[in-house]
Each structure stands twice: as structure tokens, then as C-alpha cells.
């Protein structure tokens, strides 16, 4: 009998490092992938990423199934493709042992919103090619 091997890991994103209170889908989930790729694992189970709720933080707290989670959005690369500045990320919540999921959301939240305002504020973004 032949039988296909493979290995899996579960892991939410928000596990992975991160230099905002959690783990996102920035350079260090690129980084993790590359990494599973290089181990030979291959299933990354990455449980529901939905928006959750605001007492729990649990990806099984979904307030959507067809949402994704603002949280997991990478804020340096907001910075670096110049819709916020870096400044903005200076007070943002350090990756501790254990997270503030609702100090990292306000955070995020508050970020994201100056990047709706900011991309508003410039036209010229959405001038379509």
C-alpha cells in the first residue's frame, strides 16, 4: 500500500512575530512560508482569520465568516509604500509574552483609519490606469 507522508502545522498569524502587538501578514509570514517550504512541511493550517469579538479575541469568535480581520493587515508596509508614516507605528504595541489584543486593536484600528483619511486625502491614488 502506498500512502502519501505529509507533515502540517496549525498556527494562527497572529502567533507569528510581529512589530505590532501581534503577528500579520507582512514580511514575517512571508518568512515563516519560506521556512515551511524549506522544512518540508506542507499544510500551514492557519485556523479562521474573521473579525472577532472584542472580550474573547478568538478566531472561533468570528463575527463573519466572510470578513477577514483588520488586525492581520501589515502596517510597516503601509508605511513603507508611504500611505502612513513610520512615525505613526512608534507607539505601537510591543510583542510582549503576553498580548493585549485590545491595546493592539486600537492601535490598529486608529492606524488604518488615518490610511482610509490619508488615501481620501490624495487623489490621485485612485486614478485608475
Known sequence: M???RSSMIILHPTALPG???IGDFGKNAYEWIDFLEETGVKIWQVLPFGPTDNIQFSPY???SSKLGN?????LTYLAEIGIIKKEDLNNSPKNLSKINFLDVYKFKES???K??????????????K
Do not use: C, E, P, V
Open 2 to 4: 502506498d500512502i502519501d
Open 19 to 21: 512589530g505590532h502587538g
Open 61 to 63: 469568535s468570528s463575527s
Open 70 to 74: 483588520f488586525a492581520l493587515i501589515d
Open 111 to 113: 492606524i488604518l483609519r
Open 115 to 128: 490610511s482610509h483619511t490619508n488615501l481620501y486625502k490624495d487623489k490621485k491614488n485612485f486614478n485608475s
